[in-house]
């Protein structure tokens, strides 16, 4: 018979029988350290769905749990991405966008509409936690000394730096935009990236207003520029590698299972060798688990909306945060809450993944269609 009372199996990991609580994960790191800060990010690209929700739990959830054992402060940073993509253009074969942020200062999107789910969510899970958060907006991360450093590095370095960002054709993403119409080369074609003095030259071209440059200062304010996941990727963690001297913390990143695996061994771990950094000064990663549709493939919002009841019979609850509180209240908050609790305090229960009709089953009154 299965003991556990939630009717779930764990298969063993790893992971999971090296350490005796997940607390071991961070333990070394936070040796002779002062406090706890953690990080984790998201787009602005829409209301938080129910993957989205329950990862931003378990951040809260783990970083209050690393605190208590260790008896150190604790802060989470929450990196809003509005350099979201949220306009597309196809232009003579190639691809350009406008980013969240341009469309909210154009007038064409709601900025508080597009942050209000996150914040709402972030505030509760705060109070929930005692863990207290701050918001820090893309454009105020990429002019951060550390973060324009590790581009300046890229720049600097690019035949080396290119196999892992961008191993399948060399060209490594980071988008200046049309000082006149804010469009950018999603797929940089045309860009031409120089390390100078003190400062990265972006040099590109608009499809309808034609050549333009982006000088962005290593060390003084000025200068804007977009970068794809892959180098937002190495750029924090050289950020957060930084910020364990700046304030004398142990930096800790908490993110989704995507950005485990495969990713840290062909990107992350192998870029920060190549900046130098030591073993020792590595930030920790830790993952949360993955929420699967029935394929076993991660649960995606935007398959749902492209193929519908086909890719999977969800209610609308599970893909927007504003209605899944409409349709079952904070007692949906609560019961996701306390699982992401076990998932803090268990690694058994952390390492490894959930299905929508598992934390479905959670929610009081919540019901999906049949599997087939």
């Not at 509409?113 to 918001?135: D, I, N």
């Not at 045309?190 to 030259?201: F, Y």
């Not at 519908?308 to 209605?323: H, M, N, Q």
């Amino acid at each position: 018979m299965n003991p556990d009372p939630t009717g779930l199996y764990f298969a063993p990991t790893g992971i999971a029988h090296l350490t005796a609580t997940n607390t071991d994960l961070i333990r070394a790191a936070a040796r002779d350290r002062s406090r706890l800060r953690v990080t984790t990010a998201a787009q602005l690209n829409g209301h938080p769905h129910l993957g989205t929700v329950t990862t931003i739990m378990a951040t809260f959830a783990l970083t209050a749990r690393f605190s208590h054992d260790l008896d150190l402060p604790a802060t989470l940073v929450f990196d809003a991405l509005e350099n979201a993509p949220a306009e597309y253009r196809t232009i003579n074969g190639r691809h350009y966008t406008r980013n969240v942020e341009d469309l909210v200062a154009s007038g064409q999107l709601d900025g508080t509409e597009r942050a209000s789910g996150f914040r709402r969510l972030l505030a509760w899970a705060s109070a929930r936690s005692g863990v207290p958060w701050q918001e820090r907006p893309y454009t105020a991360y990429q002019q951060l000394a550390p973060v324009r450093e590790c581009l300046h590095a890229i720049a600097r370095r690019r035949p080396e730096f290119a196999p892992l960002l961008a191993p399948a054709d060399g060209r490594i993403r980071i988008r200046p935009r049309c000082p006149r119409c804010r469009l950018m080369d999603k797929d940089a074609h045309h860009l031409t990236i120089t390390a100078a003095d003190g400062a990265v030259l972006l040099d590109s071209a608009c499809p309808d207003h034609g050549p333009y440059r982006e000088t962005v200062p290593v060390h003084s304010g000025g200068g804007w520029y977009d970068a794809n996941t892959p180098v937002r990727s190495v750029q924090k963690v050289a950020l957060l590698a930084a910020e364990r001297d700046l304030y004398d913390a142990c930096s800790v990143s908490i993110d989704g299972p995507d950005w485990g695996g495969a990713w840290f061994a062909h990107v992350i771990a192998p870029a920060l060798a190549l900046l130098g950094v030591p073993v020792r000064e590595w930030p920790v990663s830790v993952f949360t688990p993955m929420v699967l549709d029935r394929t076993g493939g991660k649960l995606s919002k935007s398959l749902y909306v492209k193929y519908g009841t086909e890719y999977a019979d969800l209610p609308p609850a599970f893909l927007d945060l504003d209605t899944l509180l409409d349709t079952y209240g904070e007692n949906a908050l609560e019961a996701l809450w306390e699982e992401a609790g076990r998932w803090a305090t268990e690694p058994r229960r952390l390492h490894r993944s959930y299905t929508v009709d598992y934390l479905a089953s959670l929610i009081p009154t919540a019901r999906i269609g049949e599997a087939a």
